[in-house]
T-cell receptor
Framework: GQQVMQIPQYQHVQEGEDFTTYCNSS?????IQWYKQRPGGHPVFLIQ?????EVKKQKRLTFQFGEAKKNSSLHITATQTTDVGTYFC??????????FGKGTRLSVIA | DTGVSQDPRHKITKRGQNVTFRCDPI?????LYWYRQTLGQGPEFLTY????????KSRLLSDRFSAERPKGSFSTLEIQRTEQGDSAMYLC?????????????FGPGTRLTVT
């Protein structure tokens, strides 16, 4: 079945450093979504990417969808302590349900 | 607060007992999802409804699990004869699919502990 893998599993950064998490799917995706889950909280939707090669920005966050629609990345510029949490990618192929990766847990040291 | 509520927030039960969880989605949302999340993992799809119709159920889901969404509003998830391996956070999410965008709003979850 479809699998979604994320790396790294953990990332510790100094405040102000950049952060990137990568997501790879075993199958071609129709779209990919990104969610953020704060410690003790629930996943919160960040963005959905649909088009091959798509790049979207939200303030300090940049999301990319690969040309082959099998990989994606989330880049955070100049991290802040409010960025702490686990970032999940989740992909769907056609009408299949979302398959979530295991997430990348980001710690930001002030 | 996303507008999706779940009840109870915590449930401790003994192995072999039945438990039922409730999810109240955002009122105008037509899709309702159930996920299970364990420590260090992403949410794992269990089942989903489009209005009152249950459209898909995970093949990994034991027949001890059943979900309903009468009248297309709230939903319940029942686990019969609970096992220790059922201990997890059970998340509900709802969405209104528009133009291919399926932005899911998650509830706070029900944490199940089976002793």
């Amino acid at each position: 079945g479809q699998q979604v893998m994320q790396i790294p599993q953990y990332q510790h950064v100094q405040e102000g450093e950049d952060f990137t998490t990568y997501c790879n799917s075993s199958t071609t995706l129709s779209n990919i979504q990104w969610y953020k889950q704060r410690p003790g909280g629930h996943p919160v939707f960040l963005i959905q990417l649909v088009k091959s090669g798509e790049v979207k920005k939200q303030k300090r966050l940049t999301f990319q969808f690969g040309e082959a629609k099998k990989n994606s990345s989330l880049h955070i510029t100049a991290t802040q302590t409010t960025d702490v949490g686990t970032y999940f990618c989740a992909g769907t192929a056609g009408n299949t349900p979302l398959v979530f990766g295991k997430g990348t847990r980001l710690s930001v040291i002030a | 607060d996303t507008g999706v509520s779940q009840d109870p927030r915590h449930k401790i039960t003994k192995r072999g007992q039945n438990v039922t969880f409730r999810c109240d989605p955002i009122s105008e949302h037509n899709r309702l999802y159930w996920y299970r999340q364990t420590l260090g993992q992403g949410p794992e799809f269990l089942t989903y409804f489009q209005n009152e119709a249950q459209l898909e159920k995970s093949r990994l889901l034991s027949d001890r699990f059943s979900a309903e969404r009468p009248k297309g509003s709230f939903s319940t998830l029942e686990i019969q004869r609970t096992e220790q391996g059922d201990s997890a956070m059970y998340l509900c999410a709802s969405s209104l699919v528009v133009g291919g965008l399926d932005e899911q709003y998650f509830g706070p979850g029900t944490r199940l502990t089976v002793t």
